[in-house]
């Protein structure tokens, strides 16, 4: 979510969508929200002074985020996380194709507070697959982190 969204803003915006992101399973969303790749603002910062850093920081990124893209949207079903692509367009959410799938019985979800963001790790034990990345912070979020079960 965005730094200026109120939580009543936050609940709003995932109540319209969440029609968005369940026609793409046939389980039920239990929660979801909108991440992107660890390093963002700080690329962003570096691009203006040293571009060649920028491009450096988001390589680090996009590796630590285990090749998914800058921004990819979670969703959490009973036996599922599912990683997607996703578009903001005027008329809401556009929920794309599914990047990755991991069973939840063998994920593995930690969650820290950043300065600007919260940092997520995923790690599954089935498959030895770790991804690290960012989302906002607020009410919704530390409500996605309980349903997806992500430890302190």
């Not at 962003?44 to 990819?72: C, D, W, Y």
């Not at 300065?115 to 498959?127: H, P, Y």
């Amino acid at each position: 979510m965005q730094f200026s969204i109120s939580p009543e803003q936050q609940k709003q915006y995932v109540e319209a969508n969440q029609p968005r992101v369940q026609e793409k399973t046939d389980e039920p969303v239990l929660a979801w929200s909108l991440f992107h790749r660890t390093g963002s603002y700080g690329a962003l910062a570096a691009s203006h002074v040293l571009p060649i850093a920028a491009t450096v920081i988001n390589l680090i990124g996009k590796k630590r985020a285990g090749g998914l893209p800058q921004r990819f949207l979670l969703a959490v079903t009973p036996t599922k996380v599912r990683a997607y692509k996703f578009a903001q367009r005027r008329s809401g959410l556009r929920v794309g194709d599914e990047l990755a799938v991991w069973d939840r019985a063998e994920l593995r979800v930690t969650a820290t507070e950043a300065a600007l963001t919260m940092r997520v790790t995923l790690e599954s034990a089935a498959d030895a697959e770790r991804v690290v990345c960012d989302t906002g912070k607020g009410d919704y979020t530390d409500g996605f982190l309980r349903v997806i079960g992500a430890t302190a």
